[in-house]
């Protein structure tokens, strides 16, 4: 029965263990605080203010909000913001962002507007510290070539921003050299029907890769908060914890209690 109760105790030091997100000072998130923040802009595809353009960003500027948004690379190393893998959806052309010079991207018009996929230099010239902004680093690949690229235009940024991905690695690497820097780790639930996850999949939607990225905050999929790893992580260590994305008001409400910021998308928070 000692035996027994000894290997009890162990497992669960070492599931907090790997649960754990940064221990010490962690830096100060007040300036992200009492905001909601649009996913990809307040745009309406329906109006020809496409996601993540500059027309989008702007809007939700104009309202106040903050925003998430997402940086990958062009084929030529710019910096873009893009969310999707593919192109498809928004440009109606085949391949991914990677695929493309910076130039060759500004001939497709997202949705068919006359808004094109912005340079992060443009999207952070527009903010210029109006609002507090959350920015993905979109690892498709090479996680540390997304990170490198981001990190020189937000040393010289001066508003209030913080990091993150779902790639453990990727925020790892902020750890490592800008541990200043508020870094979070993004996760959900990867099963699909028919489809079981991978154990790193697991792994992640577990939140046990904290033990990689040691994140100051937690970006957890709203439809999933009730997860007991996401749940005891936040009883046992609080740190800050992200809603997204949030698409309705009612969601909103179901979830309040369970996060301290929300990434909302297709409704106007009350």
């Known amino acids: 029965m000692t035996a027994v109760f000894i290997l009890l105790l162990v497992l669960s030091a070492l599931y907090l263990f790997l649960l754990m997100p940064r221990t010490g000072p962690r830096p100060d998130h007040s300036a992200l605080l009492g905001r909601y923040y649009t996913h990809r802009g307040l745009y309406d595809n329906a109006a020809g203010i496409p996601e993540n353009s500059i027309a989008a960003f702007r809007r939700a500027i104009e309202h106040g909000y903050g925003t998430e948004m997402d940086v990958q690379l062009t084929r030529d190393g710019v910096p873009v ?13 085949e391949g991914q962002v990677s695929d493309y010079t910076f130039e060759e991207l500004q001939q497709f018009p997202l949705f068919g507007t006359a808004e094109r996929i912005p340079r992060f230099t443009d999207f952070l010239s527009l903010v210029d510290g109006q609002v507090p902004i959350i920015v993905e680093a979109k690892a498709h690949g090479d996680y540390a070539a997304v990170c490198a690229a981001i990190e020189p235009l937000l040393l010289a940024y001066r508003g209030p921003f913080c990091v993150e991905s ?24 990867y099963s699909k029907p028919g489809k079981r996850e991978s154990a790193a999949q697991w792994a992640a939607h577990q939140l046990l890769v904290n033990v990689l990225s040691r994140p100051d905050f937690v970006a957890y999929d709203v439809r999933y908060f009730r997860n007991l790893s996401f ?3 936040r009883a046992v260590f609080r740190p800050l914890t992200v809603a997204w994305t949030v698409k ?7 979830c309040r209690r369970a996060y301290d910021l929300f990434i909302f998308e297709g409704f106007i928070p009350e």
């Not at 453990?168 to 800008?178: D, G, N, Q, S, Y």
């Not at 309705?248 to 179901?254: I, W």
Request: net charge positive; with cysteine.
């Open 248 to 254: 309705s008001q009612a969601q909103l409400d179901e």
């Open 81 to 93: 913001v893009f969310h999707d893998d593919s192109l498809l959806r928004l440009c109606g052309v």
């Open 231 to 233: 749940r005891v992580c």
């Open 166 to 189: 779902f790639h453990p690695l990727a925020v790892r690497w902020f750890k490592t050299h800008r541990p200043e820097w508020i870094r979070g780790q993004l996760s959900t639930n």
